[in-house]
Antibody, heavy 126, light 108 residues
Framework: QVQLVQSGAEVKKPGASVKVSCKASGYTFTGYYIHWVRQAPGQGLEWMGWINPNSGGTKSAQKFQGRVTMTRDTSISTAYMELSSLRSDDTAMYYC???????????????????WGQGTLVTVSS | DIQMTQSPSSLSASVGDRVTITCRASQNISNYLNWYQQKPGKAPKLLIYAASSLQSGVPSRFSGSGSVTDFTLTISSLQPEDFATYYCQQSYSTPLYTFGQGTKLDIK
């Protein structure tokens, strides 16, 4: 079955960087984009960006451009999200999610996140 | 950017109740609307995609409807395991896959 397993919780100081991993299993890693979504304590879901594991191409939300780097290692079916210049308001649970694309006979494809990692808590505190 | 607004923000209901949650998009998104359920301490789980298609394994008491800008998620008969937070998400305007702010459903 499809599984995304993320790395463990991190505590970082302001200004530092954090790198979260997301190991995929149960499917062809290069066949599906991986997206990153975060959730601050008690808040809603915030989309951060995606990586195409096949090409390595990435796209991030404007809010995170210049601070987020998404990479992958296809040999171990793992995606990574690195966030730099951490601030206290970056304290959040970070999720990776598999992105399903359903092609339709007419119109744009359907897109949705059909499988999620368990989340990685990143705490930024001095 | 497309904004997604859910109502209500919170809702109290009893087991067996029929519950409806609404999601409104700031512009036409056709039927490119997904619904997720999130329980405390857990990752979100896909319930409905393309406004009304039930994800495999999701109980049939969950249903979705709507198009263009107005959408609803209905739970026909609430079960104890349904108390959670529900999020809508638009997938029309790529790559910004914006979520609604969430609707917390708790026990009355």
């Amino acid at each position: 079955q499809v599984q995304l397993v993320q790395s463990g919780a991190e505590v970082k100081k302001p200004g530092a960087s954090v790198k979260v991993s997301c190991k995929a299993s149960g499917y062809t890693f290069t066949g599906y984009y991986i997206h990153w979504v975060r959730q601050a304590p008690g808040q809603g879901l915030e989309w951060m960006g995606w990586i195409n594991p096949n090409s390595g191409g990435t796209k991030s939300a404007q809010k995170f451009q210049g601070r987020v780097t998404m990479t992958r290692d296809t040999s171990i079916s793992t995606a990574y999200m690195e966030l730099s210049s951490l601030r206290s308001d970056d304290t959040a649970m970070y999720y990776c999610a598999r992105f399903k694309i359903v092609l339709l006979p007419a119109g744009p494809p359907l897109y949705y996140f059909d499988s999620w990692g368990q989340g990685t808590l990143v705490t930024v505190s001095s | 950017d497309i904004q997604m607004t859910q109502s209500p923000s919170s809702l109290s209901a009893s087991v067996g109740d029929r519950v409806t949650i609404t999601c409104r998009a700031s512009q036409n998104i056709s039927n490119y609307l997904n619904w997720y359920q999130q329980k405390p301490g857990k990752a979100p789980k896909l319930l409905i995609y393309a406004a009304s298609s039930l994800q495999s394994g999701v109980p049939s008491r969950f249903s979705g409807s709507g198009s263009v800008t107005d959408f609803t998620l209905t739970i026909s008969s609430l079960q104890p395991e349904d108390f959670a937070t529900y999020y809508c998400q638009q997938s029309y305007s790529t790559p910004l896959y914006t979520f609604g702010q969430g609707t917390k459903l708790d026990i009355k």
